[in-house]
């Protein structure tokens, strides 16, 4: 058999959407509640498809004008991948209608979720996390599948073609889901903190109403936007890496592996199968997630931890024997990649876990902090922050040097040579691979967030029992430390995923120098030529001079740099800019009918989930063009060594900057909620004043910045994957 | 004559030191005023005493056990410099010297220019002004006379020397004053916010007496603490960065004309000489920093600004005719590098003020943000900063580029050639050497800030009446938009003596290769074997693997970044922790004694300057620690490509997170006087009290994080040419 197992990911994807959609019958089959919880869930659901329905028709115009732009470079010019246009389309749609299939099943959730609590705590857990599971399987199942779709197609068109060639065209699969991902991800990071902000600073602060207040006009817009941000945005972020670590690893492989094809095509599967296997042994995680009555805060994150690490352990185990019946060389290396990665996820997840906890010591000194006020609550919010950065990062630096010790054989003697680089290269992306290989679970239990919240908020406006309130709050907070917890897998993943794209970047130039017609690579030093076809990486980098000496590259680095704190400023902004559009259409609401906070009048909701989601398209122009221009413009100027140079300092600042900011987020919103617990003084005390204006500058750190930088740092790569054909024409260094 | 030309450079240090003399005489003959203004000046000054004295002491003990290890490194076991031990003490004991100069300059001169402020604004500005020339021209005219003074006795003493070993020996004596800077910068900036919290925190806002109150435990200190920072801390790191510049420029000018010798001695003094001119033309430009009665803050800045200005046009025009004169290669390259490090010091210069000015929108807009409270004013001016970033490093980008093209000969075609690359880097450190050549007055516009805040805190304190106060309060704002302007200044030479540092570390391990019996480079991959001594520097990247795809190098600038982040997560932390100590000693005198806050009995002012003082050695050890270990231990493990990958991420990130800092902190000072001067309600209005906050959140951020940072990423590469020795012979890779 041996490479015939690539069937086991369509096979599997298929089976992802089955359950998906099983899951999604037995959700919709549940009591949806009294006629005010529909009511209410009816308003959110309409807010979300609005806002989606925008965001889809203004990508449709950004997606056609791209793909005519690629069209032309492609067919015109002849400077592109000629597959580029038709895999864009097809990457965008695929993670949209994933964004949609969530969206809609969370929206539909949250109210059967709050009836269910009327029951149980078990029962209400069941459901909410079973629509997350919806979320998950569709992502996985819709990404795996359309990447043995494209693979299985351009190889049956192109039987004779070198799976470089085969691999690196279904790569720029990669483009339309990164595109999507952009606006998933940046747009609906301002949406939601456009709306929270705004919902809070007149709700709250002006009127004096409290959270989730019906006549709150920003109510709604407030819970479609927990949904925009914790679910169509986090699913898009993880489709695309997922997507991109796969398609890279695949590429790497069968660049380590050129001239013997029989291991060059087990290399290229092998991605693939891992994934496969993950999303099965997901399937199993699913059903080790359960509770009981009254179980405490603890038992419940057991309870969800239990189902992530039992499909861990379980793939490591399965990876194993597959790898063994597949034949792959290196069996233990590639082995040992995979648990490199997983492992890598654990610990980043339960670094994060530690620094914004209200259980551990970082958040509460940042809660003790707050008697001295605001000033030295954001102080110390931002020191813990910074710090918090140290153990991600020296995670994902052990996990790749480890990954790329085991890839390549677990000898590293002679980096020159160039099986070592290749194959330890591949080990990399395996390790990304390997990392992203439970997301049909931990994707689970990120878009459990929002429904719990929501479910929550359905809860408040309904005025549904004290005991109902008290098992959403118990699902609520749980949601929050998974959603923390999240955030720290979907960058440490996104940062591993970069680094995949950028290894097999130079594996795209070398196909383009081949198809520009450069046979041979001539060095400027007295080095002796090679021929494009059997250059190693090496030579590459010698070629194109990409040394740290090199001032071109370094400049690049210092502009990579820049860039993402350029990015995060920019985000930043916008979410000031859009929050005071909210806070305006609020205003307005209120002065122009006494009835809304008298309670007699409906306010319009609409309208403002109208509003933000406009505002948080117009905002996110100028940043996302800033992300797709700079790496085309230093590929231009300063060509392919100038895009390394870019992608390093990006990838490097952005993922450093991505960890401070969620981090420092999370630990903010959890130091105010251990205050609202009645520590320090407890709700309404000066110590919880000063936790909430934390909490506020925590939010869009964390739900737009943050969450941001994941985008920009992938979607540099795979911009600058895509133009590499133009950079390799148009390149004068 | 040519290269006798050399002595420009001792006797323009000796002229230096003259003028700081006879300015030093000049400021002490003033009026020192009032029997009261006496004696206030004396508690600071006496509190400066006591902070240098203790930590002048602590540095003794770690410069001792310093140099035993380097000894015992270098004689016994023969792995270090042999000069090393005797540079090492000699460039921390010249720093420290200056220090010492400028902080009893300083604390004298503050209370004479409150005397002179009683008679007129020109008066009083020419004694601070002067005063503050005198901290200037101290750090240029001991830098510069050690720099040639240990280059014309290593030469002396080893007449046959190739010049490339002569520099790099010289070179070592960056480190002394590398670690001193650490002391004075890093320890001097938790001093002073410690100082400046634990002052307000009680003062202001627990006991409601205002700013500068004598009634104030902490207000003395706080007065010392401006000195420690903006006079010690900030000399230390010019006295660093402008003896690191003229160093690394001298020896990468050996390493670039090496078979050359009539050449290279030219390049090896020219750094000095231009140095040496910059001095006698910034004693010029001092004598046009004039100002007449009544000034407007604009006409003020346009004084300092004509200094400032006169000097940098005046130095260009004699640098094109040394130059000549010296009959250099490439003139033009050379001067036009000098020139690119000139334009770029300016441009970041101007960006720092427009980004950081209340006559600038982004400073407004922040201000603006003010009426929505803390919260919004926080996440405008993180936002704002984060922008802010993107000019400084685009100006140290492009002149960085503009310098390498410029020195390399206007011709980079063909970078794999050894001479163009050496002589590019070259052409980059005379940037970094061009940019500093003003340093005697702009240091001098820096240390002038606390010298008239000073004064601004005795006319306070000493009950002057208005029209005194009015006049300091002139000179003070003033003193703020230059701390501004020059803490750019700082971060972008910093930048670039960083740069020029890790362009010659390589020179460095090329020595120590020799030394250490590698007399052939042998290569991997199946390059041609080259000798140690005539390899290119693309020869030696090749050789360690230091391109951007070896995950070596890509771990370690991961690694750079995230220490950047660490560090300062650290620093500000260890700020807050300082701070608490202050509060509790201020809260203690108040309590213990009725009589303080009635102003019956004087508080114990020198109790709060220890307490700062050993809170900020205790809090800077664990930051120190992990700059300095950092280094050594990426050389241990991952070698010379892991050192060179190290200080990329470290210098890129800390580079522009620097300059976040900086930038936010000074804008929200700024925006909280742009409030105080009566707009969005002025003092005491809602919009003011958020305002507060930002300040108080910023200060940390410009005072501490952001300064100590320029000590990060050169104290990273100074230690990596120190211990270069140490990693090539030890180094497994």
Redesign the interface.
Known sequence: MNEQLFWVAPVASLIALAFAAYYFKQMVKCDEGTDLMRKIGQHVREGAMAYLGQQYRVMLVVFGVVAILFAVLAYGLGMLNQWLPVTFICGGFFSALAGYFGMRTATLASTRTAAAARESLGGALKVAFRSGAVMGLVVVGLGLLNISFWFFLVRKLQPDADLVIVTTTVLTFGMGASLQALFARVGGGIFTKAADVGAD?VGK?EAGIPEDDPRNPATIADNVGDNVGDVAGMGADLFESYCGSILAAAALGAAAYVGNEAMQIKAVVAPMIIAGIGILLSIVGVYFVRTKEGATQKQLLKSLSLGIDSSAVLILVAAAGILHVLGIDNIWGVWGAVASGLITGIVIGKATEYYTSSSYKPTMSIAE?AK?????I???G?????????VP??A??IG??AA?FCGAGFDIS????AGT?SK??YG?AIAAVGMLSTLGITLASDAYGPIADNAGGNAEMSNLGPEVRERTDALDSLGNTTAATGKGFAIGSAALTA?ALL?SY?EVVRIELINGGTKMLE?????EAVTTKDA???DF??YY???????????C??????V???F???T??A??RAAGLMVEEVRRQFRESDGILKGTVEPDYARCVSISTVGAQKEMIVPSIIAIIVPIAVGLIFGVGGV??LL??GL??G???AV?LSNSGGAWDNAKKFIEEGNHGGKSSPAHKAS??GD??GD?FKDTSGPSLNILIKLMSIVAIAMAGVTVAMSLI
Do not use: E
């Not at 001295?372 to 030295?376: C, D, E, Q, R, S």
């Not at 931002?382 to 140290?390: H, L």
């Not at 680095?557 to 820049?562: A, D, E, L, N, T």
């Open positions: 600073l602060v902090q001295g006020g605001a000033a030295t954001i102080i110390s931002v020191s813990v922050g910074m710090i918090s950065t140290a990062v020296l994902v630096s790749t040097a790329f002679n980096l020159a040579d680089l330890g290269l990399i680094l290894a130079i060095f400027s030093n007295g080095m190693t990486l090496m980098m010698a001079n990409v040394t740290l000496l090199n001032p071109v590259v370094l400049i680095v210092f502009i990579g740099s820049m993402a704190f350029l995060c400023g920019l930043v902004q979410v000031g390394i140079g390093v300092g490097a600042t993922f450093v900057l401070f909430v204006i506020t500058v869009p």
